[in-house]
């Protein structure tokens, strides 16, 4: 099993299978990416090439929501990449969620952010390494596989408490119908938001054998690919996601890297860098990206950047740029007319 790279993403044989049970076929997909037709028997593309796919996808099967639907509830079980197969074989709903977060990783760009709360369980859609969120069916598809993973696993047919996406998603009744929740369409993040005594449902499909061989090459596969990507790239990646929260600390950072934050000081140490320079980066970077967008104002990048208050980030921003947010994002603007 070859590891990925961030820039590299390997597209299951059970997609095209899937597109083709659609009445769809994988040259017409490509020639509407404008992609080679060698993509169909390499299938390793860049991000903006697998963005593409989705996007060319979208636009074959018309409404978007239909896409979303025909498609989640089409792909056979049999033909799900190890990956997944790890996480449809797991002990019970809550063990294949966290299953799939944890191998999402190894098939950029989606990543998912998983937080239990009193009632609920949310799931929140993130992108790695790119500013560029993918098209909204591959955002529908992702959350709504989530649910159908539930759904199999379990044999029960569950329904979710809330959907949001930040994108319109063609006939939203369609969704609705489809997730059993209400739906918002506008909002500042993709999110699925189940009912958390849903995820100690117990799967029928749990196979311990078959996850005593897929686990250990995956987790192996993993680590592989972790330590070729160097410890600065991780540590910033994982700070950007979580600077809404507030500011990261290295407890909940090596948390997620599983060292302890001794290690991990050790290993920023060896890179000539520490936990304090990276957080100052990462949000100078985040910043810039923030402030390019005319529709956020300054306030609400202030709030993502994870600052108790504006003036914080007008003091942080002044020292990395030497002029006002304001004057910063005017001056960028001009730039480009």
Same mark, same amino acid.
């Given at each position: 099993?070859?590891?990925?790279t ?9 997609? =095209?299978?899937?597109? %083709?049970?659609? +009445?769809? &076929?994988a ?5 509407? !990416? ?7 028997t390499? *299938?390793?593309?860049?991000?903006a090439?697998?963005? &593409?796919? =989705? ?10 929501a ?15 990449? /190890? ?9 019970d709903?809550? #063990?294949?969620?966290? %299953? ?6 190894? $098939?950029?760009?989606?990543?998912? %952010? ?6 609920? $369980? ?13 098209? *909204? ?6 959350? &709504? ?11 029960? /047919? ?15 009744? &369609?969704?609705? !119908?489809?997730?059993? $929740?209400?739906?918002?369409? +506008?909002?500042? $993040? ?9 995820l ?15 686990? /250990? ?19 910033? =990646? ?8 507030? %500011? ?12 302890? #934050? ?7 140490? #060896? ?9 100052t ?5 985040? !910043? ?7 529709s ?9 950047? +994870? ?8 003091? !942080? ?7 006002? *947010?304001?004057? =910063? ?9």
């Amino acid at each position: 099993m070859k590891s990925h790279t961030s820039d590299r993403i390997k597209i299951p044989p059970g997609f =095209w299978a899937g597109l %083709r049970q659609l +009445g769809i &076929a994988a040259h017409d997909v490509a020639r509407k !990416a404008r992609l080679p037709l060698t993509i169909i028997t390499e *299938p390793v593309v860049t991000p903006a090439q697998y963005y &593409a796919i =989705w996007q060319a996808y979208s636009d074959l099967i018309g409404d978007t929501a239909q896409g979303i639907i025909k498609l989640a509830t089409i792909f056979e079980t049999a033909q799900y990449p /190890p990956a997944v197969l790890a996480t449809y074989h797991a002990r019970d709903y809550r #063990d294949a969620l966290n %299953r799939m977060a944890r191998y999402k990783r190894l $098939c950029p760009p989606e990543s998912l %952010r998983i937080t239990e709360e009193g009632e609920h $369980c949310t799931i929140e859609l993130e992108w790695q390494n790119t500013g560029q969120p993918g098209p *909204p069916v591959l955002v529908g598809i992702t959350l &709504a596989f989530l649910l159908e993973l539930g759904r199999r696993g379990t044999g029960q /047919p569950l329904t979710a408490q809330f959907v949001e996406f930040s994108h319109t998603m063609g006939n939203v009744q &369609a969704l609705e !119908a489809y997730f059993g $929740c209400p739906i918002r369409i +506008g909002a500042k $993040c993709n999110r699925l938001t189940l009912h958390r005594s849903d995820l100690d449902r117990p799967f029928v499909s749990y196979n311990e054998e078959l996850l005593e061989i897929l686990s /250990p090459v995956l987790d192996r596969t993993l680590d592989e690919q972790q330590r070729s990507r160097s410890i600065t790239q991780m540590v910033k =990646w994982i700070m950007k996601r979580s600077l809404t929260a507030g %500011r990261p600390d290295i407890q909940a950072v090596a948390k997620e890297l599983r060292m302890s #934050d001794r290690t991990l000081q050790r290993r920023l140490t #060896d890179e000539n860098t520490s936990f304090k320079h990276l957080l100052t980066q990462a949000r100078h970077e985040q !910043a810039r990206e923030y402030l390019a967008d005319p529709s956020l104002d300054i306030k609400e990048v202030a709030f993502l950047l +994870g600052y108790e208050d504006q003036n914080s980030f007008y003091r !942080a921003f002044r020292l990395w740029e030497g002029e006002t *947010p304001s004057n =910063w994002r005017n001056s960028t603007e001009s730039q480009h007319d």
